[in-house]
């Protein structure tokens, strides 16, 4: 996997054949597959661009950042985009929009994020020609006293027809949680497959028993359950999983 870096708020220069990098914008050239790493970041602005014909998947990776991010993807004819996001910060304030503008592109958007204190996103997706499809799937663990929303817009314009669009957020509170789930769909045409679900509560006793029956703690019981959740759809290296398991770890100390 390739790595690209956002740090102190800019994209370091990175060049190779499949991709071109400058200070607010990523375009994928061929088939590919990248880590986008953020560190010591506040405030980014981010265009990412798929040309046509082109499949790309990327798994954004930011913990202890304080950031606020506005993000648009950009989808030419045929392209499929894959995003897989790991977030641990101390605040996000997430801003997306997602231009599905080719003719049968798609993107699935996987994001797992463990709360520490306000998370907000907002997302916007425009079906914008017809056979497009957009999967998007939030998983959200809020730990005691965060507060978490999350407002997805799903738009559909007459004449964009055999769209299929797909909402599915889920919100574990993990104690005194604020959360917030706003899933909405505007839709102007009849040929289309939409759905969405929306979760807020907390791990399932009786899933919690069974663990404890089998003389595990209560501590490795629930962070187990927590491992299940955050990565259960994202695709992760044993690198990155390794980390994600260790940041579990330190959250339940």
């Given at each position: 996997?390739n790595k690209?870096v956002?740090d102190n708020n800019?994209?370091l220069s990175?060049?190779d054949?499949?991709v ?10 061929k088939?590919?597959n990248?880590k986008?790493?953020i560190?010591n970041?506040n405030?980014l602005n ?5 040309r ?7 798994f954004l990776?930011?913990?202890d950042?304080d950031?606020?991010?506005?993000v648009?993807y950009e ?5 499929n985009?894959v995003?897989y996001k790991?977030?641990?910060?101390i605040?996000?304030?997430?801003y997306?929009e997602?231009y ?7 993107i699935y958007?996987?994001l797992?994020s463990?709360s ?11 079906h914008?020609n ?9 998983r959200c ?15 559909l314009?007459?004449g964009n027809t055999n ?5 599915d957020?889920k ?7 604020d959360?917030?789930?706003e ?9 289309v ?9 907390k ?12 003389g595990i703690s209560?501590?490795?019981a629930i962070s ?6 955050i990565?259960?759809?994202l695709?992760l290296?044993?690198k ?7 940041i ?6």
């Amino acid at each position: 996997m390739n790595k690209i870096v956002i740090d102190n708020n800019k994209l370091l220069s990175y060049s190779d054949d499949s991709v071109i990098v400058d200070s607010k914008s990523i375009e994928f050239l061929k088939n590919s597959n990248y880590k986008i790493e953020i560190v010591n970041t506040n405030k980014l602005n981010l265009n990412i661009k798929v040309r046509a014909n082109i499949m790309v998947k990327i798994f954004l990776f930011s913990v202890d950042n304080d950031i606020s991010v506005n993000v648009k993807y950009e989808l030419d004819d045929n392209s499929n985009l894959v995003v897989y996001k790991f977030y641990n910060n101390i605040n996000n304030n997430i801003y997306e929009e997602i231009y599905l503008n080719g003719n049968n592109s798609s993107i699935y958007y996987n994001l797992s994020s463990i709360s520490k204190n306000v998370e907000d996103y907002k997302m916007v997706i425009y079906h914008n020609n017809y056979n497009v499809k957009s999967n998007i799937s939030n998983r959200c663990v809020g730990m005691d006293g965060s507060k978490v929303t999350y407002s997805i817009d799903s738009i559909l314009e007459k004449g964009n027809t055999n769209c299929v669009m797909n909402q599915d957020t889920k919100i574990i509170c993990m104690g005194d949680v604020d959360a917030k789930v706003e899933p909405n769909m505007i839709i102007d045409e009849d040929d289309v497959e939409a759905r969405h679900g929306s979760v807020i509560g907390k791990f399932s006793y009786d899933d919690l028993f069974y663990l404890l029956s089998r003389g595990i703690s209560e501590e490795v019981a629930i962070s187990l359950m927590i491992k299940g959740f955050i990565m259960g759809h994202l695709d992760l290296n044993k690198k990155d999983e390794e980390k994600i398991i260790k940041i579990i770890k330190n959250e339940m100390e």
